[in-house]
């Protein structure tokens, strides 16, 4: 399947209406790891999609992230942060540059005590410190 068609069946089958914007917008977070804000899918989508506007790229981003098919962090910096991979991974945020790195985590093996009675619907794991670049420099 053709990536863009990887686009429209994810919002078809969550019931969204495949407008360009959100195809461009989903197609765009499922390549980066970068975990984009909003500023930064909307200057990056802005070339390809003059008629786009950071309203459009939030209500689409709030959109996905209700049907599960992106994830919304705060990083250090108190900004949303987005990304694509919904799988189970830990986030990590260097404190100099900014940046959030993905690693994995067995979050289904994690022991959490003092959460007897209640449902879990996401687990965020976060550290934050120095990356390797930072630390060279
Ligand atoms: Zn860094
Ligand atoms: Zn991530």
Do not use: W
């Amino acid at each position: 399947m053709k990536e863009i068609d990887c686009a429209i069946s994810a919002l078809r089958s969550k019931n969204i209406r495949p407008s360009i914007a959100r195809i461009k917008i989903l197609e765009y977070l499922s390549h980066t790891t970068a975990h984009p804000t909003v500023e930064v899918i909307y200057h990056s989508l802005l070339p390809e999609i003059p008629t786009l506007s950071k309203a459009t790229v939030y209500k689409t981003m709030s959109l996905l992230v209700e049907a599960g098919l992106a994830r919304l962090l705060y990083g250090e910096d108190c900004e949303a942060h987005y990304d694509a991979n919904i799988s189970d991974h830990g986030h990590f945020q260097c404190t100099r540059c900014g940046r959030i790195y993905d690693f994995t985590v067995d979050l289904d093996n994690l022991e959490a005590e003092g959460l007897e009675g209640f449902t879990v619907v996401e687990k965020n794991i976060f550290f934050r410190g120095a990356c390797p670049r930072c630390l060279s420099d």
